[in-house]
C-alpha cells in the first residue's frame, strides 16, 4: 500500500474533479434555469463576501502542514498531537468568530448592493449558504490537513465523492419538489455534517493522537508568516466578482462564475494531480535529498507544464461556444464573451504554471521569505482590476489577475534557484518555451484546419476530440524531443509504484 499511495492520491483526487466538474455543471445550470441569472449572481456575490472570514486564518493551514511532514516521517506522536491540538484549537477561533461575522454581512450586505430582495430574504440566504464553511472550521479543516500531510488524500477524497454525489440527488430533488432557493442550499449544506464524522471515525481508528498534549504556541506566531501567502491566494479567488459586485450588476457577477466556473473546474484538475505529489517533496526536502529533490521536482513542472498546456489550451479555444451552448435559452444578459474567456483560461494557468515552486517554497516552511512577493501580486491584481474594470467591464478583471499571476510565477522560479542548490531557471523557462511554441502551433491548426461555427453540442463534442487529439499528438512529439529524461523518470517511478 506504501508503494501505491500516491498514485492512489492522484487517481482519488482525480476522481473527485471529475465528479466536481461533473456537479459543478449540472447544479449551476439548474440554479439558472429554475431561479434565473440574477439570482446566479447573488448567490456566487455572497459567498464571495463570506469567503472573506479565511484572511483570519493567517495562512495557519499550510504553517501546520509544513510542520506535520517531519513528525509524521519519524512517527513522533507527541509532536503530531502538539500541532494538531493547535490547529483544532485555532480553527474553532475562527468558527466562533465567523458567526458574528456571518450576522454582519447578512445585515449590511442589501444596504451597499442594489438586489432587488428583501433584507428579509438576504438575509436568510446569507445565513444558509455560511453553514458549509462554518462546519469546515469547526470540524473538518484540522482532520483535513492531517490526512493530507500524511499521504492520506484518497481518504479525503473518497469522502468528498460522496458529499457531492449527495448534493447532485439533494439538488435535483428539491427543484423538482419545492424550487426554492434557500431550501436547496440548505439541504446542500446539511450534507457538510457527515465529512467530519467519517474522517473522525478513520482518524481515531489509525492513529494515535493524544488531544491533552499541550499547544504548540509557536506555530500560532508562525501562521503571520504564511498571511502573505492565504491573503494572495484570497485576492486571487475574490477579488474578481468583489470588484464586479461594486461596480457593476448581479448579471455580470453571473456570467463572470460561469466562465469562471469552468475554468476552476479544469484548475482542481489540476490540483488533483498537484496533491498526488506535493507530499513527496515535502518529504524529500525533509529528508535533504538534493538529488531526489531535483528528480522530483523536475517530474512536477513537466506533469505541470504538460497538463496545464494541454487541458487549458483546448479550453481556451472551446469555453466560450461551451458557455453559449450551456446558456441556451437563458436571455436574461450576454454570455457570449470569446475574448473575457480566453483571458480568464490565461490568467489561471499562469497561476498553475508556478504550482511546483510554490509548493517547494511551502513544504520548506519559507514563508516568511515569500511573504513580498506575495502582498505586491495581490496589490497588483486588485489596482490593474480597479483601473480597468470601469472601461473593459469583465475583461479588465481578467487582465488584472493575470499581471499579477505572471509577476508571481517570475518571483517564484527566481526562490527556487536560490533554494535548492545548481536549480537553475533555465530548466522552467525551456520547458515554458517549449509548451509555447506546441501551444502555438496548435491553435493555428485547429483554427484553421477545423473551427468551430455551428453551436450543437454534438459538433461541439466532435471539436473537443479533434482539438484533445492535435494537441495531444503535438505534446506527446514535443515530449519525446525535449523531455526524454523526464518521460524516463516518470516510467521508471510509476513502475516502481506499480
Known amino acids: 500500500m506504501k508503494n501505491k499511495v500516491t498514485l492512489l492520491n492522484i487517481a482519488s483526487s482525480l476522481l473527485l474533479q471529475v465528479v466536481s466538474v461533473i456537479s459543478g455543471l449540472i447544479v449551476p445550470r439548474i440554479i439558472l434555469s429554475c431561479f434565473g441569472s440574477d439570482i446566479n449572481g447573488l448567490v456566487s456575490s455572497i459567498n464571495q463576501f463570506l469567503s472573506y472570514i479565511t484572511l483570519i486564518e493567517g495562512g495557519i493551514t499550510g504553517v501546520i502542514s509544513a510542520n506535520l511532514y517531519k ?40 444596504k451597499i448592493v442594489i438586489t432587488g430582495y428583501e433584507d428579509s430574504y438576504i438575509f436568510l440566504l446569507t445565513i444558509i449558504l455560511s453553514i458549509g464553511l462554518l462546519l469546515q472550521y469547526m470540524f473538518s479543516l484540522t482532520m483535513t490537513t492531517l490526512l493530507n500531510a ?21 439538488v435535483l430533488v428539491i427543484t423538482n419538489l419545492y424550487p426554492d432557493i434557500i431550501a436547496l442550499k440548505f439541504c ?44 494572495a491566494f484570497f485576492i486571487h479567488t475574490s477579488t474578481d466578482i468583489t470588484i464586479l459586485t461594486l461596480f457593476s450588476d448581479l448579471e455580470t457577477v453571473s456570467v463572470y462564475s460561469v466562465y469562471y466556473l469552468i475554468v476552476s473546474k479544469m484548475s482542481v484538475l489540476i490540483h488533483s494531480l498537484a496533491s498526488g505529489i506535493e507530499p513527496t517533496i515535502g518529504q524529500a526536502y525533509a529528508k535533504n535529498d538534493i538529488e531526489e529533490l531535483h528528480q522530483k521536482l ?30 441556451k435559452g437563458i436571455t436574461d444578459t450576454d454570455y457570449y464573451q470569446p475574448i473575457f474567456g480566453a483571458m480568464l483560461v490565461v490568467s489561471e494557468a499562469l497561476y498553475l504554471l508556478k504550482y511546483p515552486h510554490v509548493t517547494l517554497s511551502y513544504v520548506a516552511n519559507k514563508f516568511k521569505e515569500i511573504t513580498i512577493p506575495a502582498y505586491i501580486e495581490a496589490l497588483i491584481n486588485i489596482i490593474v482590476s480597479i483601473v480597468l474594470v470601469q472601461k473593459l467591464g469583465l475583461i479588465g478583471v481578467a487582465i488584472g489577475t493575470a499581471t499579477g499571476m505572471l ?17 537553475r531557471q533555465r530548466i522552467f523557462y525551456k520547458k515554458l518555451l517549449v509548451i509555447t511554441g506546441a501551444t502555438v502551433i496548435g491553435i493555428l491548426i485547429g483554427c484553421s484546419m477545423f473551427p468551430l461555427r455551428d453551436l450543437s453540442l454534438a459538433n461541439w463534442l466532435l471539436h473537443a476530440i479533434i482539438y484533445c487529439f492535435i494537441f495531444g499528438v503535438i505534446y506527446f512529439v514535443m515530449s519525446k524531443i525535449f523531455f526524454g529524461k523526464e518521460i524516463n523518470y516518470f516510467i521508471a517511478y510509476i513502475k516502481r509504484k506499480l
Open 188 to 231: 446542500s449544506a446539511a450534507l457538510y455534517v457527515l465529512k467530519p464524522v467519517v474522517l473522525g471515525r478513520y482518524i481515531r481508528k489509525r492513529y494515535d493522537i493524544n488531544w491533552t498534549t499541550p499547544k504548540d504556541y509557536a506555530l500560532i506566531r508562525q501562521r503571520w508568516n504564511g498571511f502573505a501567502i492565504n491573503f
Open 298 to 327: 523536475d517530474l512536477y513542472e513537466f506533469i505541470i507544464f504538460f497538463s496545464v498546456g494541454f487541458l487549458f489550451t483546448v479550453t481556451a479555444m472551446l469555453i466560450a461556444p461551451f458557455v453559449m451552448i450551456y446558456t
Open 71 to 110: 513528525p509524521l516521517i519519524e512517527k513522533n506522536w507527541k509532536q503530531v498531537s502538539s500541532v494538531l491540538k493547535t490547529a483544532r484549537s485555532f480553527y474553532r477561533k475562527i468558527g466562533a468568530i465567523f458567526i458574528v461575522y456571518t450576522g454582519i454581512i447578512a445585515v449590511i450586505y442589501p
Open 407 to 423: 509577476y508571481r510565477m517570475l518571483f517564484h522560479v527566481y526562490f527556487t534557484s536560490r533554494l535548492i542548490p545548481g536549480r
Open 150 to 170: 500524511d499521504k492520506k488524500v484518497y481518504i479525503v477524497s473518497f469522502a468528498s465523492i460522496a458529499l457531492t454525489l449527495g448534493n447532485i440527488i439533494s
